[in-house]
């Protein structure tokens, strides 16, 4: 299990301001984005993601860097807000 699904599972689980904390101290690795989206779902991961402050280009350049065929359905799901 890689740093970033142990904070997404934490802000699941209800502790968010822990997730919050731990997240500032995550060293962005965008793979680590794609296989929290396999495993949590993309909407779930966006939303949680967002909700702990990543920017949207960092969610974007995951999926093109790593997952080109999922990268249009990240891209509808940031702007059209429906995370």
Same mark, same amino acid.
């Given at each position: 299990?890689?740093?970033?699904?142990?904070?997404?599972?934490?802000?699941?689980?209800?502790?968010?301001?822990?997730?919050?904390?731990?997240?500032?101290?995550?060293?962005?690795?965008?793979?680590?984005?794609?296989?929290?989206?396999?495993?949590?779902?993309? *909407?779930?991961? #966006?939303?949680?993601? /967002?909700? !702990?402050? =990543? %920017?949207?280009? +960092?969610?974007?350049?995951?999926?093109?860097?790593?997952? *080109?065929?999922? #990268?249009?359905?990240? /891209?509808? !799901?940031? =702007? %059209?807000?429906? +995370?």
């Amino acid at each position: 299990m890689n740093r970033l699904s142990e904070i997404i599972e934490t802000y699941i689980n209800g502790n968010k301001t822990t997730a919050k904390n731990e997240f500032k101290f995550w060293r962005i690795d965008l793979i680590q984005i794609v296989q929290c989206s396999d495993l949590f779902g993309m *909407r779930e991961t #966006i939303k949680i993601l /967002k909700a !702990i402050g =990543l %920017n949207d280009m +960092y969610i974007i350049n995951a999926f093109h860097d790593h997952d *080109r065929q999922n #990268i249009d359905e990240a /891209k509808e !799901i940031l =702007l %059209n807000n429906f +995370y």
